[in-house]
């Protein structure tokens, strides 16, 4: 019989020092907790290049899609509101536009109050703002044109 023939050297159990004998997936879970990184690049290395071309459109996707909804968020943030008469804020954008007579607001603003735009959100007919006081409250009003000036950065 030839030496080595025949046997099965992957299910030998591994020895790793300060632990003894340890199954396969038990040194994974070993590497995984001391070295995270050194991990992830195995286990990109042992991955196909059509597996990995994919990941990688999807982590660029997704990235994008991020980068994206970050610029949005900023833009809104960089608009300023001016309260120029009294203004009911409503718990959430529905509330503000559909369900006024319905809901009744958390709070009245009145004109010359201090707000800051956190989201606009656009529906067929209206843009609503989300608003936060001076006093922290955040709610949602709807600019219709008549007591809520929206006024944009200059560029």
Partial sequence: MVPNEGMNWTARPRV?????????????????????????????????????????FFLLSLGLVAGIWIHDIHEDQQLRVVIEGPVAIYSDPDSATYEQLHSS????????????????????????IQLKTADGTVGWVVNDGSNVRVKRPNT
Avoid at 36 to 56: A, D, G
Avoid at 107 to 122: C, E, K, S
């Fill in 105 to 128: 607001p958390i709070r009245r603003l009145m004109p010359g109050d201090a707000v800051t735009v956190q989201r606009v959100t656009y529906g067929k007919d209206f843009m609503a």
């Fill in 16 to 56: 790793v020092a300060g632990f003894g004998p340890v199954k396969s997936s038990s040194v994974l879970v070993l590497r995984r907790q001391l070295c995270p990184l050194r991990y992830v690049v195995e286990v990109v290395q042992e991955m196909s290049k059509t597996r990995i071309t994919l990941l990688f």
